[in-house]
């Protein structure tokens, strides 16, 4: 079972940056790829960014390509999410995703994929 934790969501004007941050709870933590999601109101859920194991692979979506960074500390079962130039089309609820498919790679990584999900955090942008 893992846990995952999203913080560091609120709200700013465009052009503003956020850090979202999420931790995990389980031991293994380097067995996963992990990744970001968001949902925007009245939309589907869709793929931000993801990161390999050992966080050397990085896969953003063409969207956030430039803008925004995904990372991880395996030391501390964290992984983030630096979000600059934000704009008010990225307003949205972003989640935390962690997946143990084996041979998954930030490049396959989808909205089914995951095993585990977050609650969510708020991100909203004001134009």
């Known amino acids: 079972q893992v846990q995952l934790v999203e913080s560091g969501g609120g709200l700013v004007q465009a052009g503003g940056s956020l850090r979202l941050s999420c931790a995990a709870s389980?031991?293994?933590?380097?067995?996963?790829?992990m990744g970001w999601f968001r949902q925007a109101p009245g939309k589907e859920r869709e793929f931000v960014a993801a990161?390999?194991?050992?966080?050397?692979?990085?896969n953003y979506a063409e969207s956030v390509k430039g803008r925004f960074t995904i990372s991880r500390d395996n030391a501390k079962n964290m992984v983030y999410l630096q979000m600059n130039s934000l704009e008010p089309e990225d307003t949205a609820v972003y989640y935390c995703?962690?997946?143990?498919?084996?041979?998954?790679?930030?490049?396959?990584?989808?909205?089914?994929?995951?095993?585990?999900w977050g609650q969510g955090t708020q991100v909203t942008v004001s134009s």
């Open positions: 995703a962690a997946d143990g498919t084996l041979g998954r790679t930030p490049q396959t990584m989808g909205v089914s994929g995951p095993d585990y």
């Open positions: 389980v031991r293994t933590f380097n067995r996963y790829l």
């Open positions: 990161i390999g194991l050992l966080g050397f692979t990085t």
